[in-house]
């Protein structure tokens, strides 16, 4: 299936990424259900040059976002700029059969779960 | 007509277990030969081609990412495949009201399904913590084995849908009742799919492929070099073995070999007089093995018309005989096909209904599904795996409360000059048809060492 979806500048992207890092840090079914996970994330948009972040999540809480990728990441995330700012947004829910696609991962299975819980508690407002 | 046969190795079950062995023994110059009780190959998997060319998948039928084993086979085949399709919004059908929801999990309530998430995570991190090839050796094995599923579910804080839900997805998975496994079997399942998420959903999850012609097709690419090494109709009724030999004995004769791997599931294993006997902890584990229970049906119209509402075709729900569906629709065809699972114990309960009556049933579920356009189809088939003699259920053999932790060890273990394989014994994607291969892979790499750590020459050799 071929979508066309506009370009998200990577101002607006860190935006959203901020915004989704609050939002994880006062959900608090994210709080409990992850309170133990430790990740560091680098998150990239494939059609975005400059648009490349380092997010970091110990003991269940994120950390403020790094613009940049910086150390040895446990998890890569790469996406579209659109599909990334509808999950950061909260607007798209992050496990349809669409995004689970759209979105590619590298990493263990376990983190990628957890990224996955957490954009989820988030866009269902939990 | 009834002889007497040699082979190195003699293999019982022509299924994706047994075949994967034979074709890896004969790869090796071993002189293998398969026995196989039913009049066809492929085991659970059964692939029918109807006068209209529609191909109804009786049996297995998904593959997905990480079944590195039967990907590998159905390139090496040259197998064609599509994708599952998935597009539209799934339904779920709870409480009397009907939620759209996409993914593999039900969003329609968001407290629901914030609860099944936790659930997911809670599962998962603690399957993770099991050793599939050793789940006994995991340190509260014995606590995990003497707790039901149903037990954990119902302990935990969350609402009643979601609890229901899970009890569904087991019904799906296993297919059985939460009640009738312990909580180390399941994570032990999970574990060996990577996962809860990498099993229930589509997309990046195990239902996401599947063969154009039918998965049965792996299964007939396996025996064709086999050529007449595979006898068909040759249900094994007798083992006697010595140190270095077996004799099966067979409904087409006997046949001499130096090694046996038995291919079938543990409690059909378990159905087959050994002389002299199997050691008590072998059989006392086959006495606590049980197959899954699962009635498949296949439901044809003359269009996917559901699509025109934007549903995917994949339904969870919680009352009926069918609780789950799929669309089950050829890209290449113009007909729209619903499958339907009948699992756990609404399956035992529609096998002993009539056709006309369970027929009836399955539409009466459907059209609360889709609607009054699913009342009308043009064509319906189905299996009871329950009734099948070969298989006695579908899609899994497992194990009751308590015996992984006691008698786990004897399920791979071979006895003398015996083997097992069969997708129960794989430690990775167990009860799906990439371990099916794999364990037979394992078997018959087993049997290689075993050879020639006793010296025997083979068939080929002499």
């Avoid at chain 2, 012609?213 to 249900?235: E, F």
């Avoid at chain 2, 269009?303 to 339904?315: E, I, K, Y």
């Avoid at chain 2, 009556?357 to 579920?365: F, G, K, M, N, T």
Wanted: glycine letters at 10%; a negative charge.
């Amino acid at each position: 299936m071929s979508v066309e979806r506009e370009t998200i500048g990577a101002a607006e992207l860190e935006e959203a990424l901020r915004e989704y890092v609050d939002k994880a840090n006062a959900s608090p079914r994210a709080r409990k259900t992850l309170a133990t996970w430790s990740c560091r994330l680098h998150i990239a948009a494939t059609d975005v040059e400059d648009a490349a972040f380092t997010y970091v999540v110990e003991q269940g809480a994120s950390q403020p976002l790094v613009v940049g990728l910086e150390g040895v990441p446990d998890l890569v995330v790469r996406g579209h700029s659109f599909d990334l700012a509808e999950i950061f947004w909260g607007d798209a829910n992050p496990v349809s059969n669409y995004m689970q696609g759209a979105i590619k991962t590298q990493g263990r299975a376990d983190d990628v779960m957890r990224l996955d819980a957490m954009a989820m508690f988030i866009f269902l407002g939990q | 007509m009834v002889e007497d046969t040699r082979a190195d190795v003699v293999v019982v079950g022509a299924g994706l277990a047994g075949l994967s062995a034979a074709r890896s023994l004969l790869d090796a110059g071993v002189e293998v030969l398969v026995l196989e009780a039913r009049d066809r190959v492929g085991g659970r998997t059964h692939s029918v081609e109807e006068a209209d060319g529609l191909v109804i998948e009786y049996g297995g039928q998904w593959l997905g990412p990480t079944q590195d084993r039967v990907l590998g086979l159905v390139e090496e085949l040259g197998l064609g495949t599509f994708t599952q399709y998935s597009d539209g919004d799934n339904l779920q059908l709870t409480d009397g009201a009907r939620l759209r929801y996409q993914g593999a999990i039900p969003t329609g309530d968001p407290v629901q399904a914030a609860d099944l998430i936790d659930a997911m995570v809670e599962l998962t991190l603690t399957c993770m913590e099991i050793d599939p090839a050793r789940p006994w050796d995991h340190p509260l094995a014995a606590v995990l084995d003497s707790t039901t599923l149903e037990t954990w579910i119902s302990a935990q804080p969350y609402s009643d849908g979601a609890k229901q839900w899970v009890r569904t997805l087991s019904r799906a998975v296993f297919p059985a009742e939460p009640g009738e496994i312990s909580l180390l079997h399941a994570l032990f399942y999970f574990r060996s799919g990577g996962g809860v998420e990498k099993m229930i959903g589509t997309i990046n999850s195990a239902q996401e492929t599947r063969i154009s012609l039918g998965a049965q097709h792996l299964s007939h690419g396996l025996a064709l070099p086999l050529g007449d090494r595979v006898r068909l109709n040759c249900p094994v009724t007798r083992i006697d073995r010595s140190h270095d030999d077996v004799v099966v004995h067979h409904d087409g004769g006997t046949t001499t070999a130096r090694r046996a791997i038995v291919a079938i599931p543990p409690v059909l294993a378990g159905r087959i007089r050994y002389s002299p006997p199997m050691p008590g902890v072998r059989d006392q584990l086959t006495q606590r093995s049980f197959m899954g229970s699962v009635l498949k049906v296949h439901v044809v119209y003359a269009r996917p018309f559901w699509r025109d509402a934007g549903l995917s075709g994949h339904v969870t729900a919680d009352t009926g005989l069918v609780q789950i569906t799929f669309d089950q629709s050829h890209p290449d065809r113009t007909e729209g096909v619903l499958v339907g699972f009948i699992d756990s114990h609404l399956g035992r309960t529609a096998s002993q209904m009539s056709e006309p009556d369970r027929r009836a049933a399955v539409l009466e579920d459907l059209v609360r599904m889709f609607g009054d356009e699913a009342a009308n189809p043009i064509g319906y088939y189905e299996r009871s795996w329950i009734d099948e003699e070969w298989s006695r259920g579908c899609y899994v053999g497992m194990m009751t409360p308590g015996t992984w932790s006691t008698l786990g060890h004897a399920l791979r273990e071979p006895v003398g000059p015996i083997h097992w394989a069969g997708t129960e014994t794989a430690v990775i994607w167990n009860g799906y048809m990439d371990g099916a291969i794999r364990s037979g892979e394992d078997a018959a790499a087993a049997v290689l060492v075993d050879l020639a750590a006793h010296g025997l020459r083979t068939e080929a050799a002499r």
